[in-house]
């Protein structure tokens, strides 16, 4: 099955700086790849995704690139800002099939220092 | 408000209690989720259900038994649970199962074994 591999488990930057926070999967069937936000006491949510047909999207401040060869993805995060502090989930799934069936990586704890 | 309920918020049983979590949605969902989440580990996928149709069972010991009577409801039965069966219990809803929609979780049931 599925293994998605986080890094790193903690992350902490300066404001204004940026963050990049990396994803390793093991199922090359794998073609979606959502990243979630929590806050602290607060539900996951969603804050962008990237199908396997692009290698990057973007979203104001927030990036997420696909290396399909690799195996790997990444969140990039510009301009941080104290609220960006939380924990960042990436996951992959495999899209029009069980779609539903996210595979979580350990979660990266950032913290954004003012 | 995101549209997905979860009663209690915080649960203390012993470990020969009976109790049941409820999830709600308000969003017109087919698909729901129960979520174990564990300090330092991903957030780990339990049962899925389409339509009210149990698609996917993640090798969950039988002390957790779902239920989904309909497309906005889904409880989480447990009995004779263990200490480390200690931890936030997530529910999240999807527009379906097969494609890749947004899962919207609800705020977690924070459960404690004793």
Known sequence: GENVEQHPSTLSVQEGDSAVIKCTYSDSASNYFPWYKQELGKRPQLIIDIRSNVGEK???RIAVTLNKTAKHFSLHITETQPEDSAVYFC????YYNQGG???FGQGTELSVKP | ???????????VMGMTNKKSLKCEQHLGHNAMYWYKQSAKKPLEL???????????????PSRFSPECPNSS???????TLQPEDSALYLCASSQ??????????????RLTVL
Do not use: C
Request: charged share 20%.
């Open chain 2, 96 to 109: 379906d199962w097969e494609g890749n929609y947004e899962q919207f979780f609800g705020p977690g049931t």
């Open chain 2, 73 to 79: 409801h889904l409880f989480l039965h447990l009995h």
């Open chain 1, 101 to 103: 069936k996210l595979i």
């Open chain 1, 58 to 60: 973007k979203d104001q």
């Open chain 1, 91 to 94: 996951a992959a799934a495999q």
């Open chain 2, 46 to 60: 339990m049962f899925v259900y389409s339509l009210e149709e149990r698609v996917e069972n993640n090798s969950v």
């Open chain 2, 1 to 11: 408000e995101t549209g997905v309920t979860q009663t209690p918020r915080h649960l």
